[in-house]
Nanobody
Framework: QVQLVESGGGFVQAGGSLRLSCAAS????????MAWYRQLPGKQRELVAS???????FYADSVKGRFTISRDNAKNTVYLQMNSLQPADTAVYYC???????????????WGQGTQVTVSS
C-alpha cells in the first residue's frame, strides 16, 4: 500500500503564508513526480504546482510568484510554500504522486486525503 499524508493547512489572513507538506510512504520503488492540486467549492480539482525528481517545476498562472514547490527525494516528501495568500486561494489542497511500486509496475497516481486552506479577507 501507498499512503500520502498531508499537513500544514489552516486558517490565515490575506497576505499571510502557509507551508504544506506531504509525505509518501509504503511500497514505493520510485516517484516520477509530485504535485499539489486544489479544489474550490463547487469546482473541479485543478493543478496548482508540480515537480519532477529532477526538480523541474510547473506552476499555475494564478500562483506564479507566490507559491513555491519543493521536494526532498530522500524523504519522499513534497512541500508547497504559499505566500501572499488571497481569499481566492481558499480550497482543499490535495497532494498527488505519480509513482511505481516496483520495477515492473506501471506508474500509478496516488492522492492524499486533502487539507483545508482558508484565507480570510
Amino acid at each position: 500500500q501507498v499512503q500520502l499524508v498531508e499537513s500544514g493547512g489552516g486558517f490565515v489572513q490575506a497576505g499571510g503564508s502557509l507551508r504544506l507538506s506531504c509525505a509518501a510512504s509504503g511500497s514505493i520503488f520510485s516517484i516520477a513526480a509530485m504535485a499539489w492540486y486544489r479544489q474550490l467549492p463547487g469546482k473541479q480539482r485543478e493543478l496548482v504546482a508540480s515537480i519532477t525528481g529532477g526538480s523541474s517545476s510547473f506552476y499555475a498562472d494564478s500562483v506564479k510568484g507566490r507559491f513555491t514547490i519543493s521536494r526532498d527525494n530522500a524523504k519522499n516528501t513534497v512541500y508547497l510554500q504559499m505566500n501572499s495568500l488571497q481569499p481566492a486561494d481558499t480550497a482543499v489542497y490535495y497532494c498527488n504522486a505519480a509513482l511505481k511500486r516496483s520495477v515492473l509496475s506501471p506508474i500509478g497516481q496516488y492522492w492524499g486525503q486533502g487539507t483545508q486552506v482558508t484565507v480570510s479577507s
